[in-house]
C-alpha cells in the first residue's frame, strides 16, 4: 500500500488541525512532520513516505504475532459479519464465552472467572473495584487500599493513576482516588547500599517492604497489592530470586489480595502465556490488555480466582461494574484468533529459545559508556543511561531533557528503530520486539542502538 504525494500533505495539516495525540508535546510538531504510519508486515511498519521501521516495541508492547497477519484480521470480519455487537451485561455470545473459557485454561491455579473490559487501566480499575466490593461482602467494608510500587505504571484512568506510582503524571488531576500507597521497586542496579551486593537479601527486603506498609497503614484497611511480574517503568525492572514466593506469603498472612498486572507481561513477552507463570506464584487476579489480541482488536480484562466470585454466584450479590464493548464479539473472535497463531507457530517457545541471544546481542552494548545497565526477560528488555559508569551516575533533569528528547527519540526513529526513549525514572531506552523476531532483528536493533548511543555521548 502507498500514498500519493498530494496525500501526504493533506494528512500532515489534518494530524496537525484536528488530532490529538496521546501523552504528546504537541508543540514538537509545530515545524515538524508529524510521524504517520501506514502499514505494517511483520516486525516491521512504513510510514506514509514507504520509509520502513522495525518495530522494537511492538507498537506499544502490544503486537505480539507481527504486523499485517491476514488469519487474525480475517477473524474480526468474518464475525463483524455474524454479530457485530451484543453486550455482557446480562448475556452472553459464543465468542466472550470461548474466550473466557480458553483464557481460564491457560491461567495459573483456580483463576478461573474472566471479566472483560476494553483496556489495561479498566481492568486495573475493575481489579480494584472487585477487591473493595469483595471485601464488602466479607464484612470488612474497611479494606479499600491499594499497594504498588514507585514509579510503576498501572494507568491512566482515575482509579488506575493512584495505584500508578509516577508523581508527575499525577499532579494535574489530584485529588485522586484515596487508597494508593507506595513501596520500593525492585530494580536491583539502584538497589539500597546495604543490599546492593546480595541480590536475593535485596529481595526479600522489598517485599518486607511490602509488609511494614500493610502493618504501617492497618491490615484491616489493605485490600489488595499491585505488581507486574516485571515492572515496565523505570525500564524493566525484573523480581530478585525469592521475591514473589514471599509477597505471596505476606499477602496471605494478613487477608490481602495479590494482582499480578500482566496488561504488558500476559501473552508471551515473557515467554509464557501469563507472567506470573514465569515467576512460579498465583495470584488472586490478573490483569490482561495488550497482547491479548496483538493489537488487531481493543480487548483487556481480569481472570479472578473462584473464592473472589464466589460471593457473587448466589443470593443476591451483584459485582456493580460494567463495561459498553468488554468482551465485544469481533475483539473476542480476534483473541482466539490470536491464540490460535501463538499454538501454529509457538511462539512462547521462540521467546525461551532466543531469549539468551537477544539478551546477549543487547550485552554487546556494555561497552558504551553512556549504557549503565542492560536488564529484563523474555522479549522486554530496559537499557538505563548513565553519565559515569563507574559511578552509576544519572543525568540531571536538564541533561534528561536534552539527551532523550532533544536527540534521542528522533534520532533512534530517524534511524528506523522504533522503541522507547524514556526518562519517568532514570533515562532508559526500552525495547519489546514481536514475539516473531529473531537474530536477524536483533542484530539490527543493535547496530542502530550502537550507532546512535554512540553518538549521543558526544552530545553530553
Given amino acids: 500500500m502507498s500514498m500519493s504525494s498530494d496525500a501526504t500533505p493533506n494528512l500532515q495539516q489534518a494530524a496537525k488541525r484536528n488530532l490529538w495525540l496521546h501523552f504528546t508535546r504537541m508543540s514538537a510538531y509545530a515545524d515538524g512532520d508529524v510521524p504517520v504510519i501506514v502499514r505494517g508486515s511483520g516486525a516491521y511498519v512504513f510510514d506514509q513516505r514507504g520509509k520502513r521501521y522495525l518495530d522494537g516495541l511492538s507498537g506499544l508492547f502490544v503486537t505480539q504475532a507481527g504486523h499485517g497477519r491476514e488469519e487474525i484480521a480475517d477473524a474480526g470480519a468474518r464475525h463483524g459479519a455474524e454479530l457485530a455487537y451484543f453486550p455482557l451485561w446480562s448475556y452472553a455470545h459464543p465468542k466472550a464465552i470461548e474466550l473466557a473459557e480458553r483464557l481460564a485454561e491457560l491461567a495459573p491455579g483456580d483463576l478461573n472467572r474472566v471479566f472483560f473490559t476494553t483496556s489495561g487501566s479498566e481492568a486495573v480499575e475493575s481489579a480494584w473495584k ?217 511462539l512462547l517457545g521462540n521467546v525461551r529459545g532466543n531469549e539468551e541471544a537477544f539478551r546477549a546481542t543487547l550485552g554487546k552494548l556494555s561497552d558504551l559508556p553512556i549504557v549503565g545497565d542492560i536488564r529484563g526477560a523474555g522479549y522486554f528488555y530496559g537499557i538505563e543511561l548513565v553519565k559515569d559508569k563507574a559511578t552509576k551516575q544519572t543525568f540531571d533533569d536538564d541533561e534528561s531533557e536534552r539527551l532523550l528528547r532533544g536527540f534521542l527519540s528522533q534520532a533512534l526513529f530517524d534511524a528506523g528503530l522504533v522503541c522507547r526513549a524514556d526518562d519517568r525514572g532514570d533515562p532508559v531506552i526500552q525495547l519489546a520486539p514481536p514475539l516473531i523476531c529473531g537474530q536477524e532483528h536483533f542484530d539490527e536493533m543493535e547496530q542502530v542502538l550502537r550507532a546512535v548511543l554512540t553518538e549521543a555521548w558526544t552530545h553530553i
Fill in 130 to 346: 472487585l477487591a473493595k466490593q469483595y471485601y464488602q461482602t466479607r464484612g470488612q467494608p474497611g479494606r479499600y487500599k491499594v499497594i504498588s510500587r514507585d514509579i510503576a505504571y498501572h494507568g491512566t484512568s482515575m482509579g488506575a493513576l493512584a495505584i500508578t506510582g509516577l508523581p508527575a503524571i499525577k499532579v494535574p488531576f489530584e485529588p485522586l482516588t484515596p487508597g494508593g500507597v507506595r513501596v520500593p521497586n525492585t530494580n536491583f542496579y539502584r538497589a539500597p547500599e546495604f543490599v546492593r551486593d546480595d541480590e536475593a537479601a535485596f529481595g526479600r527486603w522489598a517485599a518486607d517492604e511490602i509488609e511494614r506498609a500493610i502493618l504501617r497503614e492497618g491490615p484491616e484497611s489493605v485490600a489488595a497489592v499491585y505488581l507486574e511480574p516485571v515492572q515496565n517503568s523505570g525500564g524493566c525492572f525484573p523480581p530478585p530470586p525469592g521475591y514473589f514466593t514471599a509477597v505471596r506469603e505476606i499477602c496471605d498472612r494478613y487477608g490481602v489480595l495479590l494482582v499480578s498486572d500482566e496488561v504488558i507481561c500476559a501473552f508471551g513477552r515473557l515467554g509464557y502465556y501469563y507472567g506470573s507463570q514465569r515467576y512460579g506464584y498465583t495470584p488472586d487476579i490478573i490483569t490482561f490488555a495488550k497482547g491479548a489480541t496483538s493489537g488487531y482488536a481493543p480487548l483487556g480484562g481480569m481472570v479472578v480466582s473462584d473464592a473472589l466470585m464466589e460471593p457473587f454466584s448466589t443470593g443476591t450479590a451483584t459485582f456493580l461494574h460494567g463495561v459498553t464493548f468488554a468482551g465485544h464479539p469481533v475483539s473476542a473472535a480476534v483473541a482466539l484468533a490470536n491464540l490460535e497463531v501463538f499454538e501454529k507457530e509457538d
